[in-house]
Structures are given as structure tokens and as C-alpha cells.
């Protein structure tokens, strides 16, 4: 829909009928005007997706967990580079033990890579993201990293609007590349840079991507705009008005977390959720400003840093400093283990209730009996 | 203080570099009046670097070939190294460096890319030995696998010059680095399979693949315009000596390349879709003493007691692809 001129990828759970139907439409033609590159390694998609961008051409790949680890010196550089490439990444979590599941230990992995990271909640909004994707890196000369949680979203079966094409062809116009190897203007684009300059093409970088900030937003209130739906954006409240306690999640839980919400309303519970579509940049006025109201936030993630904590939460909680908020770290929904709306809950009634401590990791969905069996107490 | 020293003057009959006297048709890229010089001077490349000789030369004919509409890609070393030190660059090509592993991939997308557009644009990936033979050699052999319309040079200094001279896929046995010291029973580096990444490059039976040296640029560059003519993956393979890491003379780089392929340690040879269509036949043969006793990476080897032994391996090499390409028999493709 997008018109990606190069399409680089290689396969992986669970990302793989996203780059076989890509074949598939290339092939037929359906997606004209379009090299699909079989490249022999996910380091090798990213790397000629740098180099197409480069040339001028849009150019997409998608990922997940191993691969997204694979390539993740290309993803670094692609952005150190400025070359607006976009990427699925289905979240999936990293081995060892090799898991083919649900998490998003990849896709937080390299938060510090300088890519944009935008969170679907649901399989309309992936399809809407990647839309709001490029016009997003286009605009801002960024790459971006579309993630949508692995099976949960990728492999669900949900009736999806699709736009017509006039309508995407209108939203996303094509690419005019911001720096472009032109053999009649010719560049030297990477070149090296030592210490006299290192620190201000960084500082350059981190001003783009808070300027990026902007035009996430922007873009999400033109697609609406535009279509009539509102969809992507920086983050989304639900029943944040009187909320005194609120659960803070990204990605598919979000489901979840709304009718959790609906569920301690009712037993008298003044709860609300904040779902994060965009993580990096970190939008952090629109997240104070949704939480500012709030007495206790809890942030459920799908990964934590080893041997820290919560990711997340952290950026939550750094937001919020001087505001007279709690916030309580949680994990839960490792390796495709479900999150189930009873656990979500519980979690949250037991915030609301002050039973869990701060400045600790809470496990949402341990399996105490299996911990046990293998002699761990 | 001033000095003075004598200076040899080559006429016509030469196919030296820049020699102005011959026929327009005859003279080599660089002497050429609409000459492209795709790197300018003032790069940071050691004295005698067999590299930037080679890259320049590769490219000026390369740029020729494709009528000025070309891009490049380049990995981490050297050559990247030495002609961009921010804020200045020396290529007056478009050029771009990503990575040290990813050369052979960045430029198949940059081909893909073109393509897409409907530009005819052509594309050339360089890297050194180890960019090519090494970190970069899973995109490289993808790259080949799928005939991306790339041309892919490898500037063969033999080591990870960048870094200070580490041992590389390409090191010659024997060879001191700083990771194969000479130290213990066989000093420098170990004698091994070898890695021929032109034969390797054969294998995917690919359209085009030479290797050539700094000390015929007139067969450099024709190899290039040659690898030009082709469509798809082709491959060229440039040994570049390195007077710093092969602690050589500087004004030496020439005379080593040329006694490299004389005493058939770096045979030169083209090949088409997988079959040699040629080979350089040696014109004055020599022992690969008389190659090796210029470097002082191969020092330990001669004195006393020196190894004899390990000469005698090195020899027994040249020997092989002497036999291998037939570069003593006549009947090369040039005279
Ligand atoms: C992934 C990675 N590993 C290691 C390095 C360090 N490194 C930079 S250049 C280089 C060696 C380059 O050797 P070669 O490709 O032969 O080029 P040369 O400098 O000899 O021309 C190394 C090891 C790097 N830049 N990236
Ligand atoms: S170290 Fe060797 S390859 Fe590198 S610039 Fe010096 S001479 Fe050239
Ligand atoms: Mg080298």
C-alpha cells in the first residue's frame, strides 16, 4: 500500500508470511515497481536497505527477536546514517532459551539505536501505523521501527479497514529523500568523525528525534484527519479523568487493560489505563500530562532489563519525578505466556490498594508450582 | 639541506601510468585528458600505499566505463579511513560507508534501489581483505548468489591494516602480524588452506572475476572496464601492497606487486561464469626469495639460521599455481 521501492528481508518467526505475502505481491506484480532482495541474513536486509535509502528508493524490511539481534549494527547505523527506513518488528523474545513467543525484550533491546519505536495495540492500528510510519521517517529523516506484538497481532485474525490505495497514495506521498548519493551532486555520505565533531552530529540526532516528537503526533491528527479514525499518536488515555489508579502498558495488552478498567469501575474502583504507541522518542509532556491526575501508576511490560528492572517504568517514573505519583513496576507476558485479564486485575486492585511495594520488579504471572518442582523457593 | 637524486625518465614503449607521449587510444586512464579522478590527493594514506594507488585507479575507470554514472560503497578500513577524515573527503564520486561487514549488501541494495527507479546507474563495492574474505563474506557470497548487478573490488593488503596489522583470512603463511607473532615453532602465521576468494567467487559461477595488481595498472584498469561491460555479480581482486604492515620500503610497493605475481605467489588470471578465460603468463620468473626478502614481515625467515624450511613451503605454493594456471605456458590471453 506504502509503495516501498526495495523490500529487504529474511525470515523469521513469527515475522515470516509478512515478507512471503510481500514476495508474493512483488512477484505478481501487484506491487509494482518493487525489488524484493532474498538477502542471505537479516544483517544483510538492513545493510541493503541502507544502501537503497541511500539511492533514493523507500525501503522496508521487517524482523523480530534473533534477526532484529543479527542486524542490529546495521539498525544502529541506519540511524547514525539518517535514512528513513521502516521496519515491522514482530516482538518476540530473545534466547537462550530459545522462545518463539510474545515479548518485547528485541524491540527494547535497541532503544538506544536512534530509531523511532512505535506500538501497535491492536491489528487495526498496526496497519495504520505503518501508513503513519513512513510519512513519519520521510518527514523526519528517521528510521522507524513499527512493532507489533508477535502472534498476539501478527497472526490474529481481525476484520482490518484498509484504506484505498488513492487514499494511502495521498496520505504518504512519494519519497523525496532528504540526502541522496547522485552521481551528478556527487556526496560522501559516512564519513569519519572524530572527537572534534562526534558529539555534535550525536547532539543533532537527539534534537531530530525530539523534533520527531512533533510530527508523530502531527501525523497521527492528519491520518485522522484524512481517514476518519484516530489511530497511532504518542499515547492514548482510557478513563484517565478521576483516575487514581493507572496501569500503563504498550502493545496488545492494551485490550486487556481497557476492560480491566471497565471491570474496577465497576467495583468502584477509580482506575484508568495509558497505552504508549510511541516509546522512543520518549513523549514525556504527553505522559506527565496523562498521569499527572494519578496517585499510583503501575507500568506492565513485556520485558525488563536484567539485573535492574522495568524499562519502561523507569521513563515513567523519571517523567513524573517531582509529582506526587507512585509508580509500581511490573512484568508479565514473557515467552508468549498470555496475559490474562485476572492477573491484570489483581495487579492492579493490589496497587490500588497500596499492597506492592515500590522499587521492585513485580512478577505478574509467575509460576510458583513449577519454581518449586525445580527446587526454588 | 637539499640532496640530490637521480631521476629516471620512461619513454614510449612503456605502458607506464601517465605517460603522456603515447596515442590517445593507448594511454592509460590517468593520462587521459578527460581523466575522471574519482579520488582527489590530500587523503591520509601512508607513503606508498599500494591501496590508494589501486582504488584510484579501479575507480577513474570504473567512473569511465559507466560514463560518470556510478555510486560507491565502501566498508570500515583503510581506504574509508584515509579519504574521509571528517570534515574532508577526497572521493569526488557518490560514496557511501556504512559498515565493515556490510559492504557487498549496502551496494546489492543500492543496485535493487536503482533498479526500482529505472535508473541505470551502476554500482561498485570495495572493502579490503577483510571486509571481503572475512567480516564481510556472507553478504559478499549472497551478493554473488543472487547476480546483484554489483561490481565488488577487494584492495588485498593482506591484514587488517586499519587496526594496526592484525592477521586476516588473507595473511600469507609465514607472514609476522600483530597477531601471529614469531614466536614458537612456526612463527608468523600458521601455514593453513588458504582462502581464495577469487576461486570461491568463481564457484558461484558468476559472470565476471579477475584479480589483478598495482604493478600493471594498464591490466587493472582493463579489467575494470572488462567488469564493466558485464551485467550482475563480478568480482575483482586487487593485491595492494602495504609498506607499513608488510614493513617494506615505501617506493617498493610497485616492485613487490610486480614480484608477487613474478614468482607466482599472486597468479592473474580472469574467469566467465565459473571457467578461467585467461591467465597472465610470467614473463621473468622468480623465487619467491627475492619477493619475500623485501619484507620485513617475512624477516625471520632469512639470516641465521633463518627457515629454509618454511621458504621452502611458501615456494612449493608458487609452485602449485604455476601449475594450477599454467602461468609458465604461453598461450595466455596477452602477449
Ligand atoms: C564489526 C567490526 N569489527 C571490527 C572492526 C574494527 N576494524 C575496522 S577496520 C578493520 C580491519 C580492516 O581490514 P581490511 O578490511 O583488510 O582493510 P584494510 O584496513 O587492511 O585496508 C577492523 C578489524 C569494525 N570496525 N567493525
Ligand atoms: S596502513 Fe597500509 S593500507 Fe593502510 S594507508 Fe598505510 S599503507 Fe595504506
Ligand atoms: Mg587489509
Redesign the interface.
Known sequence: MCRP??V?AYPISPQTHIVEALSDLVRTGELA???Y?????E???M???????????R?YTASASQGLLFMA??VF?ASG?GLPIVMTVANRAIGAPINIWNDHSDAMALRDAGWIQLYAADVQEATDLHLQAFVVAERTSLPVMVCMDGFVLTHAVEEVDLPEQEQVDAFVPPFVPQQL???DD?????????P??FTEVRYLMQQRMDTAIGTVAEVAHDFREAFGRSSGGLVRGYRLEDADTVLVTLGSVAGAATEVVDELREQGIAAGTLTLTCFRPWPDEAVREALAGARRVVVLERAFSVGRGSIVGQDVRDSLHDLPVTVVEAVGGLGGRPVRRSDVRRLVEGVAADLLPTGRLHFLDLDHALLASAGVR | MTSTRETRLYQVGTFAAGNRLLDLEDRSVQAHPDRTNAITSGHRACRGCGEALGARFVLDAAVRAAGGDLVTANATGCLEVFSTPYPESSWQVPWLHSLFGNAPAVASGMAAGLRAQGRATRVVGQAGDGGTVDIGFGCLSGMFERNDDVLFVCYDNQGYMNTGVQRSGATPPAARTATTSTAGDVPGNPFGQGKSAPLIAMAHEIPYVATATVADLRDLEDKVTRAMEHHGARYLHVLVPCPLGWAADPSDTVRLARLATESGLFPLFEAEHGEVTGVTPIRHRVPVDDYLRLQGRYAHLFGEPGRPDLVARLQAGADRNIARFGLLEEGGDRP
Open positions: 521501492q526495495v529487504a515497481q518493487c525489488e532482495l532474498t538477502v542471505e541474513s544483517f544483510a536486509a545493510s541493503a536497505c541502507i544502501g537503497a535509502s541511500a539511492v533514493g528508493a525501503a549494527e546495521a547505523n546514517l548519493l547522485d552521481p556527487p556526496v560522501t555520505i559516512g564519513a569519519m568523525v572524530g572534534e565533531a
